[in-house]
């Protein structure tokens, strides 16, 4: 890929998502990865066992649970971090603090930044960082597969009717995700419209009244284990709305968090599980199309 290359005396380079070229004096052999997602395009792309730390709610796959923490996204302890002496640190872009990693790199650490808002970007990234820690193979490999099942999701579901979909990121504030979002694009490859996809925003805030004059023919969410109770509390919150279509046809759902909210290989899965539930919605409009028995259109 284009943003993957070799630097003076082959040195392993790639370019990050801040567009600046990080090159290594060598493959990395000490990797903190320092958000939940990057810890993951870590191991897919390789380099598991040339992490040294991670960061809280790094949880995936288990053996990431082992390693030491130095933090978490938004709080990093520098002082842990650097005593590591790590010759790689995967940053968040829009996450982590700006400030400590700016210090970091002061240091002579170098910051490699990845977010991945595209499916290519999440394949594109594992070959970057598999570049850098010498593990290309792998992560190639990696990669194809990934764009391989996310093609296919597309191409099942290019020809179904769309369906008016509500992807609730929050609820005080409430918060969707555009289309230039990550989801935003999982949603249309479902064959859903995202009905605040046109927001310049990439995560837009909204109210009540803005849902309703959208009227979408399906709500979702994500949710966690330990967050289950209340994303079931912010879907029966619609329940009171009884003319809004989704509400209309039962159609509010929920789905894992994880794999959807991460730009890493499982978002395959998480993609899997909202197409599945737009389809419900739209089987379900197409039931209630059906005239009664007995009676006529």
């Given at each position: 890929?284009?943003?993957?290359?070799?630097?003076?005396?082959?040195?392993?380079?790639?370019?990050?998502?801040?567009?600046?070229k990080?090159?290594?004096?060598?493959?990395?052999?000490?990797?903190?990865?320092?958000?939940?997602?990057?810890?993951?395009?870590?191991?897919?792309?390789?380099?598991?066992?040339?992490?040294?730390?991670?960061?809280?709610?790094?949880?995936y796959?288990?053996?990431?649970?082992?390693?030491?923490?130095?933090?978490?996204?938004?709080?990093?302890?520098?002082?842990?971090?650097?005593?590591?002496?790590?010759?790689?640190v995967?940053?968040?872009?829009?996450?982590?603090?700006?400030?400590?990693?700016?210090?970091?790199e002061?240091?002579?650490?170098?910051?490699?930044?990845?977010?991945?808002?595209?499916?290519?970007?999440?394949?594109?990234?594992?070959?970057?960082?598999?570049?850098?820690?010498?593990?290309?193979?792998?992560?190639?490999?990696?990669?194809?597969?990934?764009?391989?099942?996310?093609?296919?999701?597309?191409?099942?579901?290019?020809?179904r009717?769309?369906?008016?979909?509500?992807?609730?990121?929050?609820?005080?504030?409430?918060?969707?995700?555009?289309?230039?979002?990550?989801?935003?694009?999982?949603?249309?490859?479902?064959?859903?419209?995202?009905?605040?996809?046109?927001r310049?925003?990439?995560?837009?805030?909204?109210?009540?009244?803005?849902?309703?004059?959208?009227?979408?023919?399906?709500?979702?969410?994500?949710?966690?284990?330990?967050?289950?109770?209340?994303?079931?509390?912010?879907?029966?919150?619609?329940?009171?709305?009884?003319?809004?279509?989704?509400?209309?046809?039962?159609?509010?759902y929920?789905?894992?968090?994880?794999?959807?909210?991460?730009?890493?290989?499982?978002?395959?899965?998480?993609?899997?599980?909202?197409?599945?539930?737009?389809?419900?919605?739209?089987?379900?409009?197409?039931?209630?199309?059906?005239?009664?028995?007995?009676?006529?259109?």
């Amino acid at each position: 890929m284009s943003s993957v290359f070799a630097g003076a005396r082959d040195q392993p380079c790639a370019v990050d998502d801040l567009e600046r070229k990080v090159c290594l004096e060598a493959p990395a052999e000490r990797i903190v990865a320092l958000s939940p997602g990057a810890t993951e395009l870590a191991f897919a792309a390789g380099a598991g066992d040339k992490v040294v730390a991670v960061v809280e709610h790094s949880d995936y796959p288990a053996r990431a649970q082992e390693l030491p923490s130095v933090g978490n996204y938004d709080r990093i302890d520098l002082e842990a971090l650097v005593g590591l002496e790590p010759d790689l640190v995967i940053g968040w872009e829009t996450g982590n603090p700006g400030k400590q990693l700016e210090m970091l790199e002061s240091l002579g650490t170098q910051v490699f930044y990845i977010e991945p808002r595209r499916v290519d970007g999440v394949a594109d990234a594992l070959t970057r960082l598999g570049r850098l820690a010498g593990s290309e193979a792998t992560a190639e490999q990696e990669a194809e597969t990934f764009l391989a099942g996310m093609a296919e999701i597309k191409e099942r579901y290019a020809e179904r009717e769309p369906v008016r979909t509500f992807y609730q990121v929050w609820d005080a504030p409430l918060m969707s995700l555009n289309d230039e979002h990550l989801i935003g694009r999982a949603i249309a490859d479902c064959g859903g419209v995202n009905v605040f996809g046109d927001r310049p925003r990439l995560v837009p805030r909204l109210d009540d009244e803005a849902v309703l004059a959208a009227n979408p023919e399906v709500i979702i969410t994500s949710s966690s284990d330990a967050d289950e109770n209340a994303r079931n509390q912010w879907l029966s919150h619609w329940q009171q709305y009884q003319s809004l279509a989704a509400v209309e046809q039962d159609s509010l759902y929920t789905v894992p968090a994880d794999p959807l909210v991460r730009p890493t290989p499982r978002f395959l899965q998480g993609a899997q599980s909202l197409c599945e539930r737009i389809d419900r919605a739209r089987q379900k409009r197409a039931r209630n199309k059906q005239p009664r028995e007995g009676g006529s259109e």
